[in-house]
Structure formats: structure tokens, C-alpha cells
């Protein structure tokens, strides 16, 4: 049963036509299916990571969310982080019955100087997220290091931004279905725009910029508390703070949240 979605092959054939390098609902080929190839790149990656106009702070799209857990090991600090990982969108929290608080973020530089000073075991209490090695078919990998070092198995928990895998083949869909699928087309068109038309036209750039920002408004209505933490810069406020936050934002953005 078909889709209505677009494929890869939909995309670079979308944009090749707008270029008129091809007649309508004709692929490239060539050197032209190559250009078509990277614009359509182009404009997913400029899709992947948009700004709410509203609060000018990054949104991160539902779709591209995954949930994590593992145990973790006597004795081991640091743990590889999965390979699509890209950002944390929450804390790390521990299984309920364990009864324990959420750990708190801290950067590498002071997870180090912890160590330093106390080389201590337990339940650890703060995280941090630090790159670890680059390879060159991955990308950067990346590692979550704990302090203190847990004396147990814990079992902990989170939610990440994945780095969706490259189109490749022609029948490849479109991440995100049919709510997204037209906005992700104008970005790849709006790519075009810019890169093949010299700035001559934005007609697709104006586009592309209305949908998704209408789209991040629908993507926020799903999940109200992942509108609340991409309202700001620190996703890891404590409770204060947060309150601190939604009391001084306006009464129509907490309705509309």
C-alpha cells in the first residue's frame, strides 16, 4: 500500500524540474542528478535543525526524538552514547522503583575536577555529554560520563534528537510522514533557490520558513512538556527556575502551551 509521502528519487525530481533541467516528472541523470542530489541534502539538513520565530529558540522536531535505557556497570564512568545520537532533549532519570533524584548536568571540565578531587563510588548524581572519537563514516560519536562512578547496576533513562540516516536509495521515504513532507519539499526547493538562482527569487525560501514554522506549531501541540523545555536556551532548569520562566512569559503563549 503506497504513502502519501515523497521518496528521494520525488525530491531530487521535484527540484530538477524547478531548475529546468528536466521536463516535468523526469529525473536527472549525470552530473545534474548529482547537483539535484545535494541540494535535496541540503535543504533536509536546513529542515533538521529550525528556529521557533516565536521565542527564536532551536525546536526540536518530535519525530526525531527516541527514548534510551540502559544499565548501568560496577565500576564504569564513562558509556558510549548511541551512534545517531545528535542532542539530549531530557536529563537522565533512574527506573522509579530505585527512588532516586534525576542526575544533573555538568560539563566535562567538571566531571574531571570531581574525579580529581574525590575518585568516589555510589549512585551517580551528575552527567555529562562529551564527544569521544571521530570516524569518518559516522561522523562524531559521542559519550555520557556519570560521577560518582556507580557502585551497581542503576538502570537510567532519556530522550535524544537522532541524526537520521542519508537518503541513499531512490525509494528512500522522507522522514517525519505526510505532516512534514511539504515543508521538507520547499526547503529542498528553497535550496535551489539559493544556490542555483544567486538569491534572484525567494519564493520557496518564504515558503519553506511558513510551513515550518507552521509545523512546529503542531509538532509543540503534541507534547506540551517538550514545548516548555525548547522555550529556552537550558533544557536542564531546576524546578524554580522553571517557574521563574513560565511566570514571566505572556498568558497567550502558556494557553497556547
Known amino acids: 500500500m503506497a504513502r502519501m509521502t515523497l521518496s528521494y528519487s520525488d525530491l531530487y525530481t521535484k527540484v530538477s524540474n524547478f531548475l529546468g533541467l528536466t521536463t516535468t516528472g523526469t529525473a536527472p541523470s549525470g552530473t545534474d542528478l548529482t547537483t539535484c542530489k545535494d541540494i535535496v541534502h541540503r535543504g533536509i539538513r536546513q529542515f ?89 563514516t559516522i561522523g562524531t560519536m559521542y559519550e555520557l560520563w556519570l560521577y560518582p562512578t556507580p557502585s551497581q547496576s542503576y538502570i537510567l533513562s532519556t530522550f535524544y534528537q537522532i541524526d537520521p540516516v542519508k537518503l541513499s536509495a531512490t525509494s528512500d521515504l522522507v522522514i517525519g510522514g ?4 511539504e515543508a521538507i519539499l520547499e526547503s529542498c526547493l528553497a535550496a535551489a533557490e539559493l544556490q542555483e538562482e544567486d538569491g534572484t527569487s525567494v519564493i520557496h525560501q518564504q515558503k519553506a520558513e511558513e510551513l515550518i514554522q507552521k509545523l512546529i506549531r503542531f509538532d509543540s501541540g503534541k507534547v506540551d512538556t517538550a514545548v516548555i523545555g525548547n522555550l529556552y536556551k537550558n533544557r536542564f532548569m531546576d524546578v524554580d527556575e522553571r517557574n521563574l520562566f513560565l511566570r514571566d512569559i505572556s498568558r497567550d503563549d502558556i494557553d497556547y502551551l
Open 48 to 136: 533538521m535543525y529550525p528556529v521557533d520565530a516565536r521565542y527564536g529558540s532551536p525546536h526540536y522536531w518530535s519525530f526525531l526524538s527516541k527514548y534510551w535505557s540502559f544499565s548501568t556497570s560496577d565500576g564504569q564512568w564513562k558509556y558510549a552514547l548511541p551512534i545517531d545520537f545528535s542532542d539530549l532533549l531530557e536529563g537522565f532519570d533512574y527506573e522509579e522503583d530505585e527512588g532516586l533524584p534525576p542526575l544533573k548536568k555538568r560539563s566535562g571540565q567538571q566531571i574531571k575536577k570531581y574525579r580529581a578531587i574525590s575518585d568516589t563510588s555510589g549512585w551517580p548524581e551528575y552527567f555529562a555529554i562529551v564527544p569521544s572519537l571521530y570516524d569518518i
Open 178 to 181: 505526510i505532516s512534514a513532507v
